[in-house]
């Protein structure tokens, strides 16, 4: 009896605990990426320096509260170049429990990589796939970072391809 | 008597001035030498200043990194491709494999096997 008594006891303790581990969620999870170019034969999103092309990045995150500052980070490897951009968070829309940003890229010198107009979001955009030719003039890897309140970090990154000549 | 006289001495003074200055030696004509046309030197077009750069073109942007006076490497078909340089002018041309840059001192081309790819590049 004591037995028994002893194992429901330590089934309800792991009730408990599993049920701790579903409240605490985490703020701000699955980062993803894509723009307005994608490439036919990996599906991989582009960017394409000789067209309009925007880039949008989305992230988990029901409670925009929580959240401290939004950075991010471009990385021209061409270039050797890199700028930091620190993203208001009002320049973000809300999606369900997503953040959504998009914006145009505008290429060129500078300095950096690409630089993206301020106060630009809340627009959709239409994904062409397209079979880009074999010159990629560069490549752009884009980090976001979030953190929060409490001081956590949370970040996702992706790396574009940037074509010239794209039809 | 003395008047004849006085007036045919200064007839021989007058006459031997003129002799003095007809007696001066007649210098001999040079032939002209033919003038030889001169070609206008064109300047050499001098190589931007070591870093890198972004171009916009006509068909996009392209990053052009220039390590020194001579040489430079540029991002295209996925890879780095090294160039030299191989005159200076009417136009700056670097060359390396099937790539080939031109610079005019304001606008650049791109070539890939002979077939411009990028061109009206400028900063």
């Known amino acids: 009896m004591r037995r028994i008594t002893l194992l429901t006891l330590l089934g309800s303790l792991v009730l408990v605990l599993s049920s701790c581990i579903i409240v605490g969620t985490i703020p701000v999870s699955s980062f993803r990426f894509d723009s307005n170019w994608q490439r036919n034969t990996d ?8 067209k309009t092309t925007q880039m949008r990045y989305k992230f988990r995150a ?5 959240i401290s500052t939004i950075s991010e980070r471009y990385e021209g490897f061409a270039s050797g170049n890199t700028i930091n951009l620190n993203r208001p968070i009002a320049d973000l829309s809300r999606d369900g429990s997503d ?3 998009v914006d145009t890229v505008t290429f060129g010198q500078g300095g950096v990589p690409q630089s993206l ?8 955009i239409i994904i062409t796939p397209i079979t880009p030719p074999p010159s990629i003039t560069g490549r752009t890897t884009v980090t976001v970072t979030v ?6 970090q949370y970040s996702g990154s992706y790396v574009y391809d940037v074509y010239s000549n794209c039809p | 008597m003395l008047r004849p006289l006085l007036l045919l001495l200064l007839a021989f003074a007058l006459s031997s001035c003129i002799l003095l200055v007809e007696d001066e030696p007649q210098r001999p004509v040079q032939p002209v030498q033919p003038v030889t046309p ?5 300047p050499s077009i001098v190589t931007p200043n070591a870093g890198s750069y972004t171009y916009r073109c006509s068909g996009g942007t392209l990053v052009v990194n220039y390590l020194d006076n001579n040489n430079l490497r540029l991002f295209y078909d996925g890879a780095f491709q090294n160039l030299g340089v191989v005159r200076r002018s009417p136009t700056l041309l670097f060359s390396g494999g099937v790539y080939t840059w031109e610079w005019t001192g304001s606008r650049g081309t791109l070539s890939v096997g002979g077939r411009v790819v990028l061109s009206n590049c400028a900063l």
């Open chain 1, 117 to 124: 107009p301020a106060g630009v979001s809340q627009q959709s």
């Open chain 1, 99 to 101: 953040l959504v940003f």
């Open chain 1, 147 to 152: 953190t929060t309140i409490s001081g956590s």
């Open chain 2, 38 to 42: 001169v070609t206008p030197v064109q």
């Open chain 1, 62 to 66: 029901p409670d925009s509260s929580v």
């Open chain 1, 43 to 50: 599906l991989r999103y582009v960017f394409c320096s000789n």
